[in-house]
């Protein structure tokens, strides 16, 4: 078909990840364009998605696409093979419905919680934990959120599957444990465990190294902070 397909994307940004591993599901062939994930924003990523100037931006035949689960959508219905959405009217509007409450509720109740310190992070903790009870409920006893296979939910879930997991190690702390959400930890090892998605996540290491420095970086400002008040 001569298609021209790109990804604007970041290493260690887990919407862009998403991109990647629907767009192996779909075996659609595709240029990986990496970004810095802070700094520096390309006149390209300006140039296609004015708006947000955030990645990830799918870029097909020359037209952008932005937001990760807006792309998720578009590359569902443009390559029909292997669907990530549910054919189920029903089942497909409780996915979206997951896959929003996931990104408007749950990533930012686990973000503030691990990106905090003290008391801040003492008050995040029950917000945290109830999304995440939220989520353990709606596991039930499936193997994945959408049954057997991999789908448009899981794969929106991939912050919980992998990078609360390298968070919490990074920070020296315990959310997601197993005995706590035990399905959920079940649920995040079969994620990780999924060839396509094993191939399409970042190194843990480097990961973990970069949350690292950034945990010692916001340590060493709240210390700086908190000298220049004596």
Known sequence: MGEELKLLGAWANPFSRRVEIALKIKGVEYEYLDGDIIHNKSALLLEYNPVHKKMPVLVHNGKPIAESLMILEYIDETWKDNPILPQDPYKRAMARFWAKFLDEKCVPALWK???????EQENAYEEACGVLKILE????D????GGNNLGFV???ANSVGLWIVVIQEAGGFNILTPDKF???CKWAEEFRSCP???ENLPPRDRLYALFKARFEKISGSKDAELASRH
Do not use: A, M, N
């Not at 919680?113 to 008391?119: A, D, I, K, P, T």
């Not at 409920?137 to 039930?140: F, K, M, V």
């Not at 499936?142 to 959120?145: A, P, Q, R, Y």
């Open 113 to 119: 919680y691990c990106w905090s310190l003290g008391e």
């Open 137 to 140: 409920g709606e596991l039930e």
């Open 142 to 145: 499936k193997k994945f959120f």
């Open 154 to 156: 899981d794969i929106t």
């Open 182 to 184: 035990p399905r959920l």
């Open 196 to 198: 396509v998605v094993k």
